[in-house]
């Protein structure tokens, strides 16, 4: 599976998405309500479990983070491979 | 036009105010006969208690000292001393055996060992964090944990480690606060309130612990305004001169590395500028912040909130009761 679907799939059966349509690749996260910090600790941690990755502090930033298209490019980095892998 | 200014109040005006609404709310709504006010020798416990005195007389009011085994002794000390400054009773509850009776001590240091196995006997810790000031960073809570020399190091708990720390700790809150309503019971008083806007307003409180009460007077004081009244209201220097902390974990911790982004002065102004819509680099050149620090200031204010709607709640009925 695609790294923004399974992103997705883990952020609609964790939190509480209306409508998972709505729920675009740059959506924001936060901003959106969909997740909130402590939310936000465990989407970190599904990703250092799933993709056997380890996040660093300083790599916990919207940049990386805050939407579903965000970090599949982040995993994707992480992983050496291009972005949508 | 933004500025420091924007704080300023008529101190004495404001206390007049405030006393009038607690007499008549405490009296004339709730029809009770006083107030419990817990007091933990800090800035906000210290202010309502002097207002509570002021409002309803020396006699009517009891200051409640609730240590546990994380507080710090300075609580204590102060608590007592403003409690004889005013000329109130006052009664000490500690809260330790009810807290290890629940398991509080015990479910702190299972969720601490998801993260640290070896922290035990001698070692302390406490929650922060990241400081928005720095960088652009999640506002995601850290564990600080110092081993028994003093050595000091972070780490992230997981996420269910993180929560149940959380509400472990949430007990110290809710027992007092059920130690409050069994005195206010007992003597057909009621419980105040110490929250100040800047912690009622982004959630900085416990649900069903010191959130709850039965009149919260400086809730709609930013707490430089309650730094002013206190002053006014002649609250002990060393009171006034206090950092504010949480006394709630074993290191000690401020409340904006715990859950504020800035110092509280700066974090006001802030709340001020963002419902106002003054523009971040308005702002800024005020605090002395970049526009772009700003910025993420005024974007955790709204996160807090979203968060703080739970916290707020009323239980929510699916009916009409009828009796309004």
Not at chain 2, 275 to 293: F, M, N, Y
Request: hydrophobic content about 40%.
């Amino acid at each position: 599976m695609q790294v923004q679907e399974r992103v997705k799939r883990f952020i609609v059966e964790n939190f509480y998405v209306a409508d998972p349509e709505e729920l675009t690749a740059d959506t924001s996260l936060l901003t959106g309500g969909y997740v909130d910090s402590t939310g936000m600790l465990e989407v970190v941690q599904f990703l250092e479990e799933e993709y056997r990755l380890e996040v660093a502090d300083q790599e916990m930033v919207p940049a990386n983070l805050e939407t579903i298209a965000r970090i599949a490019a982040f995993v994707a980095r992480k992983a050496g491979a291009p972005p949508g892998a | 036009m933004f500025s420091r200014e924007v704080l300023r109040i008529d101190a004495a005006k404001v206390a007049d105010g405030i006393e009038q609404a607690i007499r008549d709310q405490v009296l004339v709504h709730l029809k009770r006969r006083g107030a419990v006010v817990g007091m933990s020798g800090g800035i906000d416990s210290s202010v309502v208690a002097t207002l509570c005195r002021r409002a309803l007389g020396p006699e009517k009011v009891l200051g409640l000292l609730m240590p546990e085994r994380d507080s710090s002794g300075d609580s204590l000390r102060l608590g007592q001393a403003l409690a004889d400054h005013l000329g109130i009773r006052r009664e000490v509850e500690d809260v330790a055996p009810a807290l290890e009776g629940l398991g509080c001590y015990a479910r702190q240091l299972e969720a601490i060992r998801t993260a640290v196995p070896e922290y035990g006997e001698g070692w302390r810790c406490k929650l922060s964090l990241p400081s928005l000031l720095e960088g652009e960073r999640l506002s995601i809570t850290t564990l600080t944990v110092a081993d028994p020399s003093g050595r000091q190091r972070r780490v992230r708990l997981p996420a269910a480690g993180y929560l149940q720390l959380v509400a472990a700790t949430n007990f110290k809150q809710r027992v007092r606060k059920m130690m409050e309503y069994y005195h206010a019971d007992r003597l057909a008083y009621a419980v105040a309130g110490t929250p100040n806007l800047l912690e009622y307003d982004q959630g900085f409180f416990v649900k069903q612990g010191d959130g709850a009460a039965d009149f919260k007077p400086i809730a709609h004081l930013y707490k430089t305004q309650v730094y002013a009244l206190a002053e006014h209201l002649g609250v002990p220097a060393e009171i006034r001169g206090r950092p504010p902390t949480t006394d709630t974990f074993s290191l000690a911790q401020s409340q904006e590395e715990f859950y504020f982004s800035l110092p509280h002065r700066e974090m006001d102004l802030c709340l001020w500028a963002h419902d106002h819509a003054v523009a971040p680099a308005e702002a800024g050149a005020v605090l002395g912040l970049r526009a772009e620090q700003v910025e993420r200031v005024y974007r955790d204010i709204e996160a807090k909130r979203r968060v703080a709607r739970y916290l707020h709640a009323q239980p929510l009925l699916a009916g009409e009761t009828g009796g309004g």
